[in-house]
């Protein structure tokens, strides 16, 4: 009765807030006492409302009360701390809903601290005392807690399961042995836990060894990443380098051209500077000549006429003779730095093949195997619908845009740039990449099925057309033929021929095979390259009105 006191006591004196002892107490108006760091901490985020409440009866404050430490329950609280009341001892420790009871205790149960396998039923620290002394009893097997304990007793006979039937794979008691299962290969049920156990123990080693060589791999993965990183910040640190010495080449080679160029215009200028003085000067005499042969003309007395005409009248030969003839322009300065930047221009743009993002790969050794059977090729099929906006006005595009027909007149299609305009095909709206598989099922004359980079021309050249760019690779299929393009080169291709056609991608690996499908998958045409962008599936036609081309569902 003593130590439920002290129970009480320990709850009368706890914080409802923390649960735990109260530390520095103080005392609500309403007479509540609380930790004085959980009550502020609750009523500061209260501040916001402006309106304060006791956490246990929901009276109201306004505004926040100042809190005061409460001196005496500080003083019982720091007492009960130093007799060591402060902790429950274990067997008042009662059992919550996630704990497994005490199966002896009488009214509110205790945790129960073992369960016993042969008893079957669960003790509490003071009932299982018993076990620790009795000679009988300290020979059963002691667990921990556990709430199944009836899950080891017969619900046929109430009895305990002991025994398990290999025959029937559960476990049975010995009634079960002598009845329903009897001629059964039975065994005890430790005996079959012995064999189990070895079972168990070979599972773990396997997983065990699994999850090393995994680790492993992991860690391979990760150096490969290292590795990667290392490898490609070098590429970067070498290749700005070598960048800004080209940068710091160009601008030295512009600024001697810029002072060659200038030091030219300056000589030719002087040049001419030094002519056109030369006519400025002789302008000036000639009109100064010009003035007295006026002014001569306009004496009235003959005899002075006369006299001073011979020396006025005669003009001195000039004294340089000039003739005006082109001068050498620059313009040749211009045609070579512009055949120097066409030059740079088709290194850095069109022939730089040496540069290519797609050749960094990483190289797994358990990457899998390219597909052989219909029914693998079907893990990788992917839904491919048309995007009208690359349509050409003659295709008609139906069935939630997965089938195209070839018209014999144009379609109400708006403008695009998207849009082709010399061919009649058309490109998926979803881009591929990684590994993906679709079939086309085509009725008619015959169909185009391609695969292309987005950025095929649009315009209205033949190079637009699947297969005649490097851009695209195209089957065309008729009833008389196959045949493959690919940079406008025509392969006849050899196999039987089908209204199915299956399309395998392997972008990584730049894999693109193309397959009759019927029964059996027999292969076209298969393209072994490296793909720089993502590809979209690409239809066309051009054999006759009416035929018609669909992307099947596979799933």
Known sequence: ?????????????????????????????????????????????????????????????????????????????????????Q??????????????????????????????????????EKHLQPHYDAALLSKHKLVEPSKKLQENICSQHDEVMKIY???????????????????????????????????????????????????????????????????????????????TELIRLMQKRSSEVKQQVRSQQETEVSGVKEVEEKL??????????????????????????????????????????????????????????????????????????????????VLLSDSPAEPTTRAEFLKYSCEITLDPNTADTYLLLSEGNRKATFMSHHQSYPRHPDRFTRWAQVLSRESLTGRCYWEVEWRGGGVHVAASYKNISRGRSDDSGFGYNDKSWCLECDNNKNTFRDNNIQTPVSGPRSSRVGVFLDHRAGILSFYSVSETMTILRRVQTTFTQPLYAGLGFGYRYGDTAEFCKLK
Request: net charge neutral.
């Open 280 to 361: 400025q000067q002789e302008i000036r005499e000639l009109k100064r000549k010009d003035a007295e042969l006026k002014k001569l003309s306009n004496t009235e007395d003959h005899n002075q006429f006369l006299h001073s005409y011979p020396s006025l009248s005669a003009l001195r030969p000039s004294t340089s003779s000039i003739q005006i003839r082109p001068r050498r322009r620059f313009e040749d300065v211009t045609a070579a730095v512009s055949r120097v930047r066409d030059k740079l221009q088709d290194v850095l743009r069109d022939k730089w093949t040496d540069v290519s993002l797609t050749e960094v790969d």
């Open 87 to 124: 902790a429950a001892p274990a067997d008042l420790c009662y059992a919550g809903a996630e704990d497994v009871a005490c199966d002896v205790c009488t009214g509110r149960k205790l945790k129960a601290l073992k369960s016993c396998l042969t008893c079957l039923v669960s003790y509490c």
């Open 165 to 243: 039937c290999r025959t029937d794979q559960k476990s049975i008691c010995y009634l079960c042995s002598v009845d329903q299962h009897k001629g059964h290969d039975t065994v005890s049920a430790a005996a079959e836990r012995t064999e189990k156990q070895k079972e168990l123990e070979v599972s773990r080693q396997n997983i065990q060894q699994r999850i090393q060589d995994r680790e492993k791999d992991v860690k391979l993965l990760q150096q490969e990443v290292q590795n990667i990183n290392l490898s490609a910040d070098k590429a970067v640190e070498d290749s700005e380098k070598m960048f």
């Open 1 to 85: 009765m003593a130590q439920k006191g002290v129970q009480l006591d320990r709850e009368t004196f706890s914080c409802s807030i923390c649960l735990d002892l109260l530390k520095d107490p103080v005392t609500t108006t309403c007479g509540h006492s609380y930790c004085m760091k959980c009550i502020k901490t609750h009523w500061d985020e209260e501040d916001r409302k402006g309106i304060y409440s006791c956490p246990e009866c929901r009276q109201t404050f306004t505004p926040r009360p100042v809190l005061l430490k409460n001196t005496m329950l500080a003083v019982v609280v720091d007492q009960m701390k130093k007799t060591g009341l």
